[in-house]
Each structure stands twice: as structure tokens, then as C-alpha cells.
């Protein structure tokens, strides 16, 4: 099972940036989706972003779509978040995760359709 491991939360003042990654440990990290999911205190977790395996599609949640860039670098097996324009709302643990099967040809953001979870890095935004 592929072991993912995220990197890069902290605090930061609202507006501010702040770049995520998701280091995988296999090279099977290649051929799946991934995702970046989030879950703030007293919340049930939510879908961010997604990326196919070869990088060519995206798909984000209407509360990022504009500030966030979902990527990801398949020689290095490690995906990326870049947040921008952090609001106070984007507080929350993130987590990255892997689409189930590979090779897929359609981008899903249910949390069902992936089967491999990082521990999660906290990112706070303060007012």
C-alpha cells in the first residue's frame, strides 16, 4: 500500500500563502488520481481538489476554485496545493489521498473513491 506523507501547513495571517505537498512512496503514485481533502474542527471532512494521473485535468471545490492550484510532478511521485488569498475558513487539517483504481478516465471527489490517506498537516489562517 502506498504510503502518503503531506508537508507544508503552518499558520499564516489571512490573505497570505501557503504551498502543500504529498510525497508518495511508490512510483504507482504515476498512474492514480489524487486528492487533496480537508477538515476543519467540528466538521466533517470535504473535498479540495483533485488531479488525474497524468496531470491534464482538475477539478476543485467552488470555495477554492480561483485561489488554490492543484498539481503535481510524477518524477518526483509528490503532489502539490498552492493556496493563495487564505481566508480564516480555509483553517483545517489537509489531507492528501489516492484514487483507488488507476488509469481512470474521469476525475471523482467522493471520499469512497479513495484508498490511501496521508496523517494530514494542520494550515491555520488567522484574522
Known amino acids: 500500500q502506498v504510503q502518503l506523507v503531506e508537508s507544508g501547513g503552518g499558520l499564516v495571517q489571512a490573505g497570505g500563502s501557503l504551498r502543500l505537498s504529498c510525497a508518495a512512496s511508490?512510483?504507482?503514485?504515476?498512474?492514480?488520481?489524487m486528492g487533496w481533502f480537508r477538515q476543519a474542527p467540528g466538521r466533517e471532512r470535504e473535498f479540495v481538489a483533485t488531479?488525474?494521473?497524468?496531470?491534464?485535468?482538475?477539478y476543485y471545490a467552488e470555495t477554492v476554485k480561483g485561489r488554490f492550484t492543484i498539481s503535481r510532478d510524477n518524477f518526483e511521485n509528490t503532489m502539490y496545493l498552492q493556496m493563495t488569498s487564505l481566508k480564516t475558513d480555509d483553517t483545517a487539517v489537509y489531507y492528501c489521498?489516492?484514487?483507488?483504481?488507476?488509469?481512470?478516465?474521469?476525475?471523482?471527489?467522493?471520499?469512497?473513491?479513495?484508498?490511501?490517506w496521508g496523517q494530514g498537516t494542520q494550515v491555520t489562517v488567522s484574522s
Open positions: 488531479i488525474s494521473w497524468s496531470g491534464r485535468t482538475t
Open positions: 511508490e512510483r504507482t503514485f504515476r498512474i492514480h488520481d
Open positions: 489521498a489516492k484514487r483507488s483504481d488507476p488509469l481512470t478516465t474521469g476525475l471523482k471527489y467522493g471520499e469512497g473513491d479513495y484508498d490511501s
